[in-house]
């Protein structure tokens, strides 16, 4: 044998007997000595009835194994009091054990501890240092009973018969503060009777836990409240909501805990049972984000509960037999930041009887919801607790779908894109709550809003608005392209629609006087047909008139049909209107009017004024009323009834009617009418006015013919208190230009025979004194060629209507046709006759009232006597002076 070979294996075995001679004594030193020397270099005290060890490899094996602090009231290092029946370590770090303080191992075996281990105070975070780690690469467990507590000796964690097997377990109270008390890579573990208090306030308690091949079940799994809900509020009086969440029966598999991140796959939770009880404290948002991350693939939630308690103990949300089923939902501190504070790569959610109660109750039958589609089955909406100001509903709806072309989130703001929505059989009422817009309303979370479709079908609504109720019935509308977005220029949110389509039937709107309705509604962006329609009022003209400060107009209004053509946007923020053709078929339109009331002290404007105040370009091309008939009838304090005119077969042609703000349109308005004056004689108006004039000048003339003076004394005799008795206006024209402040023109009438009567204030009886000086300085007859005469400097009255001031046109020219150029002359005449015999009535009663105040002086025979032969003599002596 060489003998370099044979000095290597002598040397070799000289190392081995020094090695079998180190381990004896090693051995021998633990047997002995070690319970001494950890007792006098650790904080614990040890005890064990066997120990082998092997100083080659570093494994332990020791039984009967008793483990208790030195310095139980030492909160520093972790605290361990109990038995072990088994312990076996392998590679355990005798160096670092020894000079570091650090107790590591690759494998520890623990069999039927029972221990109680209290973790050290949290890291000093200013240091980052931590105080005696245990670090065990694989940690086994059979039938143990462990609970861990926190430094202050309160309870933390407990489990009873566990069995566990961990690899790279790690645990610290530094962990447990953040976000897990252990951390581990693979697992196994079965166990029962588990108890874990993540906060002061609450405890979470498992019945059992089995693993088997990776899949972990876990049973009758609770969230339970440490206090009562009263408790809760007085001593967490910051915290918004207090949570109690059971689930019996909950599957998951591949578990893994590391650092501050939980993932697991497959998990399903079967008839979970979550309840919110919120404070009313409104939460506040803190700068600290949540470093905690939730990896989940593949969950579903079975049959769950959910109940939301107000602050008084009633329920804000109930919803039964929810299911979820979620595939990669993750939670991190990214997805925190944003609107949804999770993410996902799909997911779909059914649930039934939803019911949401606030100031609207909110009730739904079922609901199907995924990432592509929505349907949601009866829905019921009411009114709940009073709310002053808010908008209210009372809805039904049997379905509602909608299909989702992409739902995002950009910059915290929603970005969605609805591919339809149906809305079938809505039946109800809404009740407008006051709008009261913020001067810097801002447009919320939304980016922007597309709807492709919308449809709404064979439904019924009624919208109420300050007890002024708009009711649709059998109402069917498809509106296309809505685009909802932030307004660049103005704070608030734009609103465009590109196209709409909507029919109705038996349409109504009810204000505080009229009830108006259409038998028919159709209406889409270039054409409009309404069927029937009719504004008529809900009370007398004698209610009216009690009902009104002030004068004003009562309409009984009826169109057989009203078409419209051309092109109108009256939603987006660029509105405007422009038709073609607008066609006003069969009208009946009634026009009263008391001057009864006070008069309106308003300033009235002219009519091209008040469309320069439309604030939206409009144009209407032609606008034509045809076949229809207007009556308008007025009374005074005097009149015995209401005077009437009434315009028969009317027809009117209206050209560019317009609000002067469309760039390229005509703004200048002309108006031509052709009608049937008192269903007598024919008259035709032509009436112009530019829109755009600032001015607001206007010219009006027209002509009647033929028409029997008799024919207006409906109109004239009532409150006028003259008749015409006979003759005929042959011929009446008449041509004036105005502006607000008044008119001018010229007017020519041909009459014959025209005579007229003056009746007294109870249109009964004929004054004939009055109505002989009338007649005396009428003219009768025109002649075959009369003389137009001059309407001049008749001035507008500012708080009078248009037609106040045409009237007083007409008036000045019959005066001055029928009278003559000194009207005013023969006018102050007629004033003192009429004067004359009212002070010659007064002085006759003033003489009576005299002499009967001395009669009434003398003895009661005589005043008898005296006063019956004077009655006599006044009676005959009034009745001469009144002829």
């Known amino acids: 044998m060489n003998k370099w070979v044979k ?23 633990l047997k002995t000595q070690l319970p001494g020397y950890i007792k006098k270099n650790t904080d614990y005290k040890v005890s064990y009835k066997t120990l082998d060890v092997d100083l080659g490899t570093g494994n332990i094996w020791a039984t009967g194994i008793t483990v208790n602090n030195k310095n139980p009231q030492n909160t520093n290092v972790i605290g361990l009091q109990g038995t072990i029946d088994t312990l076996k370590i392998n590679r355990f770090g005798i160096y670092d054990a020894i000079f570091n303080k650090t107790i590591s191992s690759s494998d520890l075996l623990l069999a039927k501890p029972n221990l109680n281990i209290i973790l050290a105070k949290p890291v000093d975070r200013k240091t ?76 979470i308690t498992i019945h059992s836990i089995d693993t088997e091949n990776g899949q972990m079940s876990v049973e009758n799994f609770k969230l339970i409240p440490l206090l009562s809900f009263n408790q809760f509020k007085k001593f967490f009086p910051k915290k918004t909501q207090l949570f109690e969440f059971a689930i019996p029966k909950m599957d ?3 578990i893994v805990l590391t650092k501050n991140k939980v993932s697991l796959a497959n998990a399903d939770f079967q008839n979970p049972v979550l309840t919110i009880y919120k404070t009313g404290i409104k939460s506040k948002k803190t700068e600290r984000k949540s470093d905690f991350e939730i990896d989940l693939e593949n969950i579903k939630v079975n049959n769950a509960v959910v109940q939301v308690n107000k602050p008084d103990g009633s329920k804000l949300l109930s919803a039964g037999n929810l299911n979820v089923k979620i595939n990669k939902l993750l939670f991190s501190k990214e997805t925190s930041e944003q609107i949804i504070p999770v993410g996902y790569k799909d997911f779909t959610f059914s649930g039934k009887d939803i019911a949401y109660s606030d100031h609207q109750n909110i009730n739904i039958g079922s609901i199907a919801l995924k990432p592509t589609n929505c349907e949601i089955n009866n829905i019921s909406l009411s009114p709940g607790s009073p709310s002053v100001g808010k908008t209210t509903m009372d809805l039904k709806t049997n379905h509602v779908a ?16 609805l591919k339809d929505v149906l809305v079938e059989n809505l039946n109800g009422t809404i009740k407008a709550g006051e709008n009261k817009q913020s001067k810097n309303s801002e447009p919320g979370i939304i980016h922007s809003v597309i709807v492709r479709k919308v449809s709404l079908k064979n439904s019924n609504i009624t919208y109420d608005k300050g007890k002024e109720p708009l009711a649709f019935h059998d109402l069917n509308a498809t509106v296309n392209d809505i685009k909802i977005a932030p307004d660049p220029n103005k704070q608030g949110l734009s609103f465009d629609v590109k196209d709409y ?62 078409t419209a053509e051309g092109s109108w946007d009256v939603f987006s923020k660029n509105k405007f209107i422009n038709a073609s053709q607008v066609t006003i078929q069969s ?49 005074t304090p005097e009149s015995m009834g209401p005077g009437k005119l009434t315009f028969s077969n009317f027809n009117m042609h209206v050209k560019n009617l317009n609000s002067a703000k469309t760039k390229g ?68 024209l008449f041509n004036f230009k105005g502006n607000p402040s008044g008119l001018h023109g010229t007017f020519n009438m041909k009459h014959k025979d025209l005579k007229i009567a003056v009746l007294d204030k109870h249109n009964h009886e004929k004054k004939g004194f009055l109505t002989a000086v009338v007649n005396v300085f009428l003219k009768s007859d025109s002649g075959s060629f ?17 037609f106040n001031l045409f009237w007083k046109g007409i008036e000045q020219g019959l005066k001055k046709t029928l009278i003559g150029k000194n009207v005013e002359k023969t006018e102050k005449k007629v004033k003192n006759a009429v004067s004359n015999v009212k002070e010659m009535k007064q002085s006759v009663k003033e003489i009576k009232q005299e002499i009967k105040s001395k009669v009434a002086l003398k003895p009661e025979e005589e005043k008898k006597e005296k006063k019956g032969f004077l009655n006599k003599i006044f009676k005959k002596k009034e009745k001469s002076d009144t002829e």
């Open 128 to 203: 980052g240092k931590k105080r005696n780690p245990l670090l065990f690469e694989n940690i086994h467990i059979n039938n143990g009973k462990i609970a861990i507590f926190k430094h202050t000796k309160q309870k933390f964690l407990s489990v009873q018969q566990l069995n566990l097997f961990v690899e790279n377990l790690q645990m610290t109270e530094e962990s447990v503060e953040d976000k897990l008390p252990v951390v581990f890579d693979h697992y196994s573990i079965n166990g029962k009777d588990f108890f874990f208090r993540p906060k002061e306030e609450y405890a």
């Open 252 to 254: 998951f598999k591949d």
């Open 7 to 29: 000095r290597t294996l002598i040397g070799f075995g000289i190392v081995a007997g020094i090695i079998l001679a180190a381990n004896f004594g090693l051995n021998l030193w």
């Open 665 to 732: 349109k005509p703004t200048k308005v002309d108006i031509k009418i052709n009608c049937s004056f008192m269903n007598l004689a024919p008259l035709s108006v032509n009436w112009n006015f530019d829109v755009a004039d600032q001015k607001d000048a206007f010219g009006i003339s027209g002509k009647t013919t033929n028409l029997p003076a008799s024919g207006i004394n409906p109109f004239i005799r009532p409150y006028l208190h003259v008749t015409a008795t006979a003759g005929t206006i042959q011929e009446m």
């Open 786 to 802: 009369p003389e137009s005469v001059a309407v001049e400097n008749v001035e507008r009255d500012p708080t009078k209507s248009f």
């Open 402 to 417: 909608f299909n989702i072309n992409k739902l995002d989130f950009v910059d915290k703001k929603l970005v969605l894109d």
């Open 501 to 562: 389509f909507l029919t109705t039937r038996n349409f109504a709107y009810k204000t505080q006087f009229y009830n108006m309705s259409l038998g028919l509604l159709k209406l889409n962006k270039n054409k409009i047909q309404i069927n029937n329609f009719a504004m008529k009022p809900l009370v007398s003209r004698a209610q009216f008139i009690k009902m009104i400060p002030v004068e004003r107009d009562l309409y009984d209004l009826k169109a057989g049909q009203i």
């Open 587 to 635: 009208a009946d339109a009634n026009i009263f009017r008391s001057k009864i009331p006070k008069d309106d002290p308003k300033i009235k404007a002219l009519y091209s004024k008040m469309l320069r105040s439309i604030k939206i370009p409009m144009t209407v091309a032609n606008m034509d009323l045809k076949n229809s008939v207007l009556v308008y009838e007025e009374d």
